[in-house]
């Protein structure tokens, strides 16, 4: 079993069962910052998803969606952050 | 060899990141979720992203992996903390089990408060000095609009 069969046939299916645990906590989610967790937790998850395919796949081209995924997330979850705290705290 | 130890890396990040998922799954108060999500899938990623440098064994790609761990390791706390805050302070309950709020009318943080941070309505500030076991039952600064 080599390692791009180990990684298409175990890990990428643990990861897609990982990422659908996330999709549920999103859809059901009581509260707006639950699904904002949820949603950080997606884009982890598809930073590591892009990052196993490119060892499934051969092509280190994937890991430039990585770093792109890694800076926006970061920009999206303090945005939302900002957005809960003038919602909630200040009236 | 070299496989062999791509392959634990591997594996073990996996483990990681299916642990915070289902943390974020199945906890229930979203302090939780916020604790299992961002520090686990952070350790996570970076046991994958070690394999995937390990893998290519190249410069541009390991520079990109360094670039990606460095910034989720800086970022996630960052972000999480941010979120944590912003959701308490928008009325968010605790779990009911909770033993302990220290930003509540019992913790530590009211004692030392300072008059930056505006509360609508304060409450009386009779302090217990033993931290009961049971959660407040209302906040006091909870917010009006859902």
């Given amino acids: 079993m080599t390692l791009a069969d180990y990684v298409s046939r175990i890990i990428l299916p643990l990861l897609g069962v990982g990422l659908v645990l996330t ?64 919602r909630g705290g200040n009236e | 060899m070299n496989d062999t130890l791509i392959a634990i890396f591997i594996g073990t990040g996996t483990f990681f990141c299916l642990v915070a998922a289902i943390g974020v799954a199945r906890m229930p108060d979203i302090y939780m979720r916020l604790s299992a999500a961002s520090k686990a899938s952070t350790l996570g990623t970076g046991f994958i992203l070690l394999a995937v440098a390990l893998f290519f064994n190249s410069t541009a790609v390991t520079g990109k992996i360094v670039a990606i761990i460095a910034f989720t390791l800086l970022t996630a706390p ?40 505006e509360r609508p309505d304060d409450p009386p500030s009779t302090i217990p000095d033993t931290v009961s076991n049971e959660a407040p039952a209302k906040k006091p600064y909870e917010s009006k609009s859902k």
Avoid: N
């Fill in chain 1, 23 to 86: 999709l549920y906590r999103i859809l059901r989610g009581p509260s707006l910052p639950d699904r904002v967790v949820a949603l950080d937790l997606t884009a982890t998850f598809i930073i590591a998803i892009s990052a196993v395919y490119s060892i499934a796949s051969g092509q280190p081209s994937y890991l430039d969606a990585a770093v792109v995924l890694a800076l926006i997330t970061f920009l999206g979850t303090v945005a939302f952050a900002y957005y809960l705290h003038r």
């Fill in chain 2, 78 to 117: 960052v972000a999480a903390h941010m979120l944590g805050r912003a959701a308490y302070f928008s009325g968010e309950p605790l779990w009911k089990k909770s033993v302990r709020d220290e930003l509540g009318s019992g913790g530590e943080w009211f004692r030392h408060k300072d008059s930056t941070t």
